[in-house]
């Protein structure tokens, strides 16, 4: 890893600022790091074809575009700011309709253009009329919303909430009157210093608690009222020593994968052009490294593989519903290798089936097995003894993600993971106030689930043995043999008898496959969901790239070609981009002439023009305003 000067920390001074990033060295070192990542490039010319006769291509910001598109990464437009630079502050002057840098018809003027620009684009498939929106009411969104409509009725149109996009309750007793339908999609934030420093000063069970009930009041209840709701900013210091980001990333993943949220987490970015007066600002929320060649923090991405795939929606019924032991600190879910090997976390693709009964038992569907405790700091087991205090698991503390039992000897345990990720029974933790107290082990989320396996199962795949004549008594013996006043007398019979049939599924395996569907653009919304032309569900798991800032030139690009760059997105498993956007690169004037070369020189970034000509030569003099501008 490269040595890096570290200047002085950036702090979070108000509720809304972010506190994202930290120095590194001069821009210079780029065209060096960028000779780390050697990437084939794509061939974007048929998708470029589709727009000719619209925008001149080569740019900085079609180039984005089309790479993405080459590479089945799909594009929301986000107008971020009005004024290019970072966003945000009460004061900036962007905040609100009215307010210094937001004239409220420049800004449908450049929706509208935007919206126009990219018709027929088929990988733009939404726009976000405004970031972060700071003030009182929701003036101009409708008129906003029908100007994108109009001019290109093919995106969604996404609309924020107030407050720093966390407050949507305006819209509780009074929805937003469109012409249209089928296209409308609310987005919100939720950092982990959206709550200051709760999670570092509180108890994390009842800090999440509190948290998740508040963010539902405010924006998830529009989920129950049919609304898609979009977290288009979500994200930690990736470095892993920000404990308050530690604890609230538990949390926000373990609801994001109950309610199966469609989101964006923030950033791509791992160093900025010019950010807030430092040159080559390294962004530990980045999942790219500062050279954007490597990624940050792998096992960060491996956690959120989970719910970068649907669990459920229109389309996705590849088995009845079940529930599925999601483990929100390390993103795997319990598997079982065997009836003789103890449970495990593993991926969630491979998860197994469970039902949760009104009795509180977890069963392995279509089995008679249930999950069940011994003894404290032991495995975890699956037995078909289901009827007594061992096999019955509720949910517990007010994060409610603790399975809580009864061991053998009637004291209360929790469900917890072990230094080897085998699920284990241990003594509950942090149900108190105590703050310094960390359950993340404990903590598991059940959630509902359609979508099948994509492992084989053999041995313990119980499907073939329900449908056989006399499974009833089968276990009823099964259950006998386990009863001790009758052990010895049934005990072979029943041995010889179950084993016969299961080493049946051994010979003959089950291989249940999991379905990859074929996103048809544009996309619409059903209820809460967004699917595709076919009615399909599509989950957006989208990743944001910035291109707001002073040089209003999409970030990374001296750094690595753009093409490189949009690979390496689809390969963390990203399906989606929210490309940021300042108003005035489509509504000031002054610009119209200014090259991505003169942009970078009037902000003295020499060494960035190097690092451009190296990577991405084509775009370095063309205006920064054509990419934007209707033929």
Known sequence: MRSRSVASALRCVASARRCKAEASPSPSVALASSSRCVTESVTTASFESQVSGYVSL?????????????????????????????????????????????????????????????????????????????????????KGAEAVHSANPDVLVILSGLSYDKDLSF????????????????????????????????????????VVDNMMRLSGFLLDQGWPLLVSEFGMDLRGTNVNDNRYINCFLATVAELDLDWALWTLVGSYYLREGVIGLNEVYGVLDWSWCENRNSSFLERISAVQSPFRGPGLSETNLHKVIFHPLTGLCVLRKSLFEPLRLGPCTDSESWSYSAQKTLTLKGTYFCLQANELENPAKLGIICTDSTSKWETISDSKMHLSTKVDNGSTACLDVDSENTIVVSSCKCLGRDNMCDPGSQWFKLVDSTRSSCSTKSFLQMDSILALPGKDFIWKLLRSALDKNKVIKMGRFIFFTFFSLVSLLVIFPTVIPQSKPVMAQPLYTNSRWIVDGGGQRVKLACVNWVSHLEAMVTEGLSKQPVDAISKKIASMGFNCVRLTWPLFLVTNDSLASVTVRQSFQSLGLSDTISGIQANNPSIIDLPLIKAFQVK
């Not at 900036?92 to 990219?118: C, S, V």
């Not at 934030?189 to 709550?195: A, E, K, P």
């Open 58 to 142: 080569g740019n900085g910001v079609w180039a984005v575009v089309s790479s993405l598109g080459a590479n089945n990464v799909m594009v929301i437009l986000d107008n971020h700011v009005s004024k290019p630079g970072w966003c945000c502050s009460n004061s900036d002057g962007n905040g609100f309709f009215g307010d210094k840098y937001f004239n409220p018809d420049l800004w449908i003027k450049g929706l509208t253009q935007m919206a126009t620009i990219f018709n027929g684009v088929s990988n733009v498939v939404g726009m976000s009329l405004r970031n972060e929106l700071r003030g009182p009411d929701r003036m101009y969104m409708q």
């Open 171 to 210: 819209l509780r007793n009074q929805q937003v009157n469109l012409t249209f339908t089928g296209k409308l999609v609310f987005e919100m934030h939720w950092y982990g210093f959206s709550d200051g420093q709760a999670w570092l000063s509180g108890n994390p069970n009842q800090v999440c608690g509190r």
